[in-house]
């Protein structure tokens, strides 16, 4: 049988656990993931070989992350607005991740147009079902039934690791003959260094609360790998004196805190110890400074710095 590739867009709502479904498939965190909406805010990919089995084509399918669909407010919404229409160009097939906890409303509505807009091939994948009763699932898939015919429906639990066996049946069968667009070991496109960024602002998303979060940004400005040690610096910008207030806290102990927690992570991820240095600083406005918020790309990031090496 021949080999099938593609990429498979998971689209969905804040909180649906979009980025929750993607390291359960990889087996790895590979993007971050709080109880929080708005978490994900670049497009991640995540890689997933599957081999050949009792008539199932062997394969490699390219999960793409993208952040929660919702009506944007700031350039930082656009941006991540604009994310998610990028990792839809040139998608093989798309997966709506809806929140079975949740009844259908306007945001699902505004979603499901999103979808429907691209006229690609859906599968409608209800999550969280560990929290739901069986007979409310009904519900749910008549409202989606009634409004879009979908290729495949299938109830899952990202969380608990349910129903992942046959979501990668179904997409690698859907998926075209193709080739292996990444090595076997690659697991995702972001390298270490933007995840470790990623990693700090998990930290103060789970830490910090109401608008500070969504004020914060991160940006690593030194990743040095030595033989058994990794020295990093990052800083972290929020909006206004006060929100830094809030990260630093009372004697450093917040910021020593989100620095210990995302240190954990990060020495886990590494497999190296990891020197952490945080820095605090304020940027008013970020959010609605569309240079800044393109800066913040880390794939523009990573041009950057490839073409500062060979100056
Ligand atoms: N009970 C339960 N909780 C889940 C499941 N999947 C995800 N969650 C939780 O839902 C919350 C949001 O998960 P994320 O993976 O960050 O959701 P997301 O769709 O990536 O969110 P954004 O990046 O903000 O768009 C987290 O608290 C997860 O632990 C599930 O199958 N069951
Ligand atoms: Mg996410």
Same mark, same amino acid.
């Given at each position: 049988?021949?080999?099938?590739?593609?990429?498979?867009?998971?689209?969905?709502?804040?909180? +649906?656990?979009?980025? =929750?479904?993607?390291?359960?498939?990889?087996?790895?965190?590979?993007?971050?993931?709080?109880?929080?909406?708005?978490?994900?805010?670049?497009?991640?990919?995540?890689?997933?070989?599957?081999?050949?089995?009792?008539?199932?084509?062997?394969?490699?399918?390219?999960?793409?992350?993208?952040?929660?669909?919702?009506?944007? %407010?700031?350039?930082?919404?656009?941006?991540?607005?604009?994310?998610?229409?990028?990792?839809?160009?040139?998608?093989?097939?798309?997966?709506?991740?809806?929140?079975?906890?949740?009844?259908?409303? +306007?945001?699902?509505?505004?979603?499901?147009?999103?979808?429907?807009?691209?006229?690609?091939? =859906?599968?409608?994948?209800?999550?969280?079902?560990?929290?739901?009763?069986?007979?409310?699932?009904?519900?749910?898939? +008549?409202?989606?039934?009634?409004?879009?015919?979908?290729?495949?429906?299938?109830?899952?639990?990202?969380?608990?690791?349910?129903?992942?066996?046959?979501?990668?049946?179904?997409?690698?069968?859907?998926?075209?003959?193709?080739?292996?667009?990444?090595?076997?070991?690659?697991?995702?496109?972001?390298?270490?260094?933007?995840?470790?960024?990623?990693?700090?602002?998990?930290?103060?998303?789970?830490?910090?609360?109401?608008?500070?979060?969504?004020?914060?940004?991160?940006?690593?400005?030194?990743?040095?790998?030595?033989?058994?040690? =990794?020295?990093?610096? +990052?800083?972290?910008?929020?909006?206004?004196?006060?929100?830094?207030?809030?990260?630093?806290?009372?004697?450093?102990?917040?910021?020593?805190?989100?620095?210990?927690?995302?240190?954990?992570?990060?020495?886990?991820?590494?497999?190296?110890?990891?020197?952490?240095?945080?820095?605090?600083?304020?940027?008013?406005?970020?959010? %609605?400074?569309?240079?800044?918020?393109?800066?913040?790309?880390?794939?523009?990031?990573?041009?950057?710095? =490839?073409?500062?090496?060979?100056?």
């Amino acid at each position: 049988m021949a080999f099938r590739s593609g990429f498979v867009c998971i689209l969905g709502r804040p909180n +649906a656990g979009k980025s =929750t479904l993607l390291n359960a498939l990889v087996g790895e965190k590979v993007s971050i993931v709080t109880h929080k909406p708005q978490t994900t805010r670049n497009r991640i990919l995540g890689m997933v070989n599957v081999a050949a089995r009792k008539g199932r084509p062997a394969g490699q399918i390219v999960f793409v992350d993208t952040p929660g669909i919702h009506k944007p %407010d700031s350039s930082l919404n656009r941006k991540m607005m604009q994310e998610i229409r990028t990792a839809l160009e040139g998608c093989d097939l798309l997966l709506l991740l809806v929140d079975a906890t949740q009844k259908f409303g +306007a945001g699902d509505q505004f979603a499901l147009n999103m979808v429907q807009q691209t006229g690609l091939s =859906t599968f409608l994948v209800l999550n969280k079902i560990d929290q739901v009763e069986k007979s409310k699932l009904l519900p749910i898939i +008549a409202s989606y039934s009634g409004l879009h015919k979908f290729a495949e429906v299938i109830p899952i639990s990202a969380l608990k690791k349910e129903g992942l066996d046959l979501l990668v049946e179904k997409v690698i069968r859907a998926l075209p003959e193709g080739p292996r667009y990444f090595p076997q070991d690659q697991l995702t496109d972001q390298p270490e260094r933007f995840l470790v960024a990623e990693l700090v602002r998990e930290k103060i998303l789970q830490l910090t609360g109401e608008e500070v979060p969504y004020a914060c940004t991160v940006v690593v400005e030194q990743f040095e790998e030595k033989s058994n040690v =990794t020295r990093i610096a +990052a800083t972290i910008f929020c909006e206004r004196e006060g929100q830094k207030g809030i990260v630093i806290g009372k004697g450093g102990q917040m910021l020593k805190k989100i620095g210990s927690a995302a240190r954990f992570e990060i020495e886990k991820r590494l497999g190296t110890k990891v020197f952490l240095e945080l820095f605090v600083k304020v940027r008013p406005g970020w959010r %609605d400074s569309r240079e800044f918020v393109e800066g913040l790309d880390w794939r523009r990031q990573l041009e950057d710095l =490839t073409s500062k090496e060979r100056e």
